[in-house]
């Protein structure tokens, strides 16, 4: 079949290296003269360290951001900014952090400079959450793409080894789904495909051997490569699961990606061979979702829904709501067979 595609390529500018945080000051500086800092609380003293860094033009360190960006937070941070008639956001953390600064910037219309401290990838995209009334959305709008990003592997030398695997899955699962996206293109494809071969390599090491910085990079590396290519094509059953059970039963973020992907990839095996055959390839393995999952267990990572706070009478629930609204999957969505998935997962059966 001849090729057919459209590609959106999105803008950023990348400064990828050991160290890169010295750039910081020089960085923010082609944003904006009033910075204000985005953190969670646990990251508060880093927030600190970027404030020193950048100097005078710093006005404020906001150490708020909360996991899947819940409305309020959005409101109260939001107000604030307007308050310190602020120009730039710098957003120091994971996925949490970026997305509130995202927030920000779709109300203000200000740029972001993101410092990213896990492999979430949402530095590389134009699309955030908000969550009200256990239902989580997913928002997009160009603007909020962060203009440059900071990679410093060094930074997440002390991201635990816990945070780490989890974190680095979820990466490896916009790649999964890039592969098989309906908007697939060639370039993303074998970016989505190295992005798996330098998490599936570097993760193992990374939760063995935390402070190993070249480990650290191929992680970071394979995360700016997930989240371009989820930046770039559309997602599918497997991301539309976990924002399901994240918004309705506030379960831990990368670590329901990480117990999901497992189940989604063996669910669309059949009806898209090509791109899981890419995945198996990538992680040198023959059969993907064994795969996917076996990582799992290398990485120490939790393999079960009911051991991250899903209740188990939660699960028709989650059926309801991702069978609720068509979406594009290769396989088709039939509310039985989610019931299975969603069930094998939860009592964290192999694939
Ligand atoms: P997170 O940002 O919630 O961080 C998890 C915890 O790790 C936090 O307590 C944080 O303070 C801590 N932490 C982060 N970096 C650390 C480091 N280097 N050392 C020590 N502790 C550190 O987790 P996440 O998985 O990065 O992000 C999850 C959120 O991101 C979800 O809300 C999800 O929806 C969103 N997300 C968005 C996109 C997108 O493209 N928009 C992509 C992926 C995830």
């Known amino acids: 079949m001849s090729l057919r595609f459209t590609y959106d390529c999105l803008p950023s500018r990348v400064v990828f290296r050991t160290g890169a945080l010295d750039e910081l000051a020089t960085e923010t500086a082609r944003l904006g003269s009033r910075v204000f800092i985005i953190s969670t609380p646990g990251q508060r003293r880093l927030a600190e360290r970027c404030a020193e860094l ?14 899947h960006t819940p409305a309020d937070s959005v409101r109260s941070a939001c107000a604030y900014f307007g308050q310190l008639q602020a120009d730039c956001c710098v957003a120091i953390g994971g996925g949490s952090t970026i997305g509130l600064a995202k927030a920000i910037a779709f109300e203000h219309r ?39 990003i900071l990679y410093d592997p060094l930074l997440t030398l002390g991201l635990p080894p816990g945070i780490s695997g989890p974190s680095g899955v979820n990466a490896i699962a916009h790649c999964v789904e890039a592969l098989y996206s309906e908007a697939a293109n060639p370039l993303v494809s074998m970016m989505a495909e190295e992005g798996i071969r330098a998490l599936g390599k570097s993760l193992p090491q990374v ?4 402070r190993n910085v070249e480990a650290r990079s191929d992680s970071l590396y394979g995360a700016w490569l997930g989240g371009v290519v989820l930046g770039a094509v559309g997602m599918a059953l497997h991301h539309k699961l976990c924002h399901v059970l994240g918004g ?10 990480t117990i999901v992907l497992p189940h989604a990839v063996a669910y ?3 009806a898209a061979p090509e791109a899981v055959r890419r995945v198996a390839r990538a992680l040198g393995v023959d059969d993907a979702a064994q795969g996917l999952f076996e990582l799992n267990l290398a990485i120490g990572a939790w393999v079960a829904l009911k051991d991250i706070g899903m209740p188990a009478d939660g699960i028709d629930r989650a059926v309801q709501l991702a069978t609720a609204n068509p979406y594009y999957n290769p396989a088709p969505i039939r509310p039985e067979a989610i019931r299975q ?5 939860w009592e964290g059966r192999r694939p």
């Open 54 to 67: 950048i100097g005078a033009s710093t006005v404020a360190v906001y150490d708020k951001a909360q996991m």
């Open 110 to 148: 200000i740029p972001i400079l993101a410092v990213p401290t896990t492999y979430s990838g949402s530095e590389a995209t134009a699309i955030w959450g908000l969550t009200e009334n256990g239902i989580k959305k997913v928002m997009r709008d160009a603007h909020v793409q962060p203009r440059t």
């Open 268 to 270: 669309n095996t059949a």
């Open 207 to 210: 939760v063995t051997d935390p």
């Open 248 to 257: 309705a039963f506030n379960l831990p973020h990368a670590e329901t990606h």
């Open 341 to 345: 998935l969603l069930t094998n997962a």
